[in-house]
């Protein structure tokens, strides 16, 4: 990880406060939202995260928070009209909406 980039490490659940434990780890989690043709090694891809649950109220999140100028920068590249996923995917929310 970027020595720069700010993290809140998160030790209480978001939903109702109790302590969370670590369920497994993510290493080099990926971001999602960057489409790039090749690798580019001077951006960041990824970083280390660990799904955290609540044994209180059952929730789950991330252990980690990264700073929203990090995540949605100018390197933030997705777009949800420009994805091959959107028609295919509209498609079967519609047809189970319909069923």
């Known amino acids: 990880m970027e020595e720069n980039i ?8 978001g ?6 434990h670590t369920a497994f780890d993510l290493p080099n989690l990926p971001l999602t939202g960057i489409f790039v043709s090749e690798r580019e090694a001077e951006k960041p891809h990824g970083h280390d995260q660990a799904l955290m ?4 109220c059952g929730h789950a ?10 995540l949605y920068g100018g ?25």
Not at 53 to 56: A, N, V
Request: aromatic content about 8%; proline content about 4%; some cysteine.
């Open 15 to 20: 939903a109702c406060g109790h302590a969370l």
């Open 6 to 13: 700010k993290v809140a490490n998160l030790s209480t659940c």
């Open 53 to 56: 649950m609540c044994r209180s």
């Open 75 to 99: 390197h933030y590249a997705h777009r949800s009209s420009a994805s091959h996923l959107t028609p295919s995917s509209t498609q079967f929310i519609t047809a189970y909406l319909d069923r």
């Open 61 to 70: 999140q991330l252990s980690s928070v990264l700073e929203p100028a990090f």
